[in-house]
């Protein structure tokens, strides 16, 4: 675990499995859209619009799931700080909070044709949205200090609170009554999905989760460039302000 | 932190009178405020129960006596051979029913393409003292069962077919095809 840590090991590790994540989240995604949209029937009694599912469904756990690598990440942060624990949540939030927000859109779009509403305060939805502020505020708490480490702190802190959130999303619909019908796919007794509709829908998955790995790889380079280019910076202010010239005068 | 973090040279040994390592104190002090929170969230959850649900069956709201011109939402199956609509009139009258008591219900509206006998529905609106439910708004609710349309005729044919085991109780085990 320590030596993941190490952000030159984390970023030799990357470059490995970039050119991977990026080949398979496009395969699957080209793969998973032709049947999505073409090579899939339609539903018995939703006809068409069931194809909304195969962007809603994979878009929702992705939200859950990110949700879960935030919380994990940030518990690492807060138990072993390790360095770039901290910044593999600040990477995470607003790709959750993106997946969050296409499956709230999505849902609203599936709802109107299907239930007869865009929008009900049953608990599935309703948690939903609490998780789509818990990413907002993750985001907002993890900037919202000059000082970088304490940002972090805080915003692990909402982040673990959170965490109690992600049973209730998923067993809300078993919990309450809900107008949000029932798990289809993660379920005792099996999927009640046909195949020929839970083939895209797994491809679709496959290719969310690996644009969250692209993506995140890529945030997270990006941050500790980020850092290791301020260190550099205040290690030459502080040489400078050894010398006889002050390190005001000069930019930076 | 500033913490001067010396425990992270020692490997995690055996040795139990260790005194705690600043690490071990911060997992432990996670770990109960994470039970602690869970607890509290699975009694505000349990407190709440009731206000929780987005409707009830016909079932509950007989046995709660609800007074009539409350606002509430029911929901249940759309009962086969009981929609009725009076010719030149828009209101629609149809029964609804958890396959144990039935309600009648009286909408004026646009029904949403879902809608049909046997189908799930949550109507929204009120009882009058007659006990008829005035629904304002009618929403359709679908199970989790996706499948092509000739999977579903097959199922059916076979007779295997189980429309609305879902709405059964409270969110019964609804056994997919």
Not at chain 2, 38 to 51: E, I, K, P
Request: with cysteine; proline share 5%; aromatic share 10%.
């Amino acid at each position: 675990m320590h030596r993941f840590a190490n952000p030159n090991v984390f970023l030799r590790l990357s470059n490995r499995i970039m050119p991977w994540s990026t080949g398979v989240m496009i395969a699957s995604l080209v793969a998973g859209l032709v049947f999505a949209l073409g090579a899939s029937p339609a539903d018995y009694q939703q006809g068409e619009s069931v194809r909304i599912m195969y962007v809603h469904v994979p878009a929702a756990w992705m939200a859950l799931f990110i949700y879960i690598c935030l919380a994990g990440a940030s518990a690492v942060a807060l138990i072993w700080k390790h360095p770039l624990a901290d910044l593999a949540a600040k990477a995470s939030s607003p790709v959750g909070a993106c997946f969050t927000f296409i499956a709230l859109a999505t849902g609203a779009l599936w709802g109107k044709p299907m239930w007869g509403a865009w929008w009900v305060w049953d608990a599935r939805l309703t948690s939903m949205l609490i998780l789509f502020f818990l990413y907002l505020g993750h985001m907002a708490l993890a900037n919202a200090f000059e000082d970088s480490e304490r940002g972090a702190k805080s915003a692990a802190i909402l982040a673990l609170v959170g965490v109690i959130n992600i049973p209730i999303i998923k067993f809300s619909v078993d919990w309450w009554n809900t107008l949000h019908q029932p798990a289809s796919v993660v379920r005792m007794g099996g999927p009640s999905i046909h195949p020929s509709m839970l083939t895209p829908l797994l491809l679709m998955a496959i290719a969310f989760t690996a644009y969250y790995v692209t993506v995140v790889i890529l945030r997270l380079r990006g941050e500790i460039l980020a850092r290791k280019i301020r260190a550099l910076r205040m290690i030459r202010v502080q040489a400078e302000s050894k010398g006889e010239s002050g390190p005001y005068l000069r930019e930076i | 932190m500033s913490e001067n973090e010396n425990d992270t040279l020692q490997t995690p040994s055996p040795k139990k009178s260790r005194p705690m390592t600043r690490k071990r104190r911060r997992l432990y002090i996670v770990l109960i405020a994470m039970g602690f929170l869970f607890a509290a969230g699975a009694l505000v959850l349990s407190a709440l129960r009731d206000n929780l649900v987005f409707f009830y069956s016909p079932t509950e709201i007989l046995e709660r006596e609800i007074q009539p011109g409350q606002r509430i939402r029911i929901g249940g199956l759309v009962e086969e051979a009981s929609v009725v609509q009076a010719s030149g009139e828009v209101s629609v009258m149809f029964r609804v029913t958890d396959l144990t008591q039935t309600i009648p219900v009286v909408f004026t509206g646009v029904l949403p393409d879902l809608f049909r006998e046997g189908q799930g529905v949550i109507a929204e609106g009120s009882l009058n003292e007659d006990g008829v439910f005035q629904a304002t708004n009618v929403l359709a609710k679908h199970d989790e069962n996706y499948m092509p349309p000739e999977v579903a005729e097959a199922l059916k044919k076979s007779g295997r077919w189980q429309e609305g085991a879902e709405m059964n109780g409270e969110n019964g085990e609804n056994a997919a095809p």
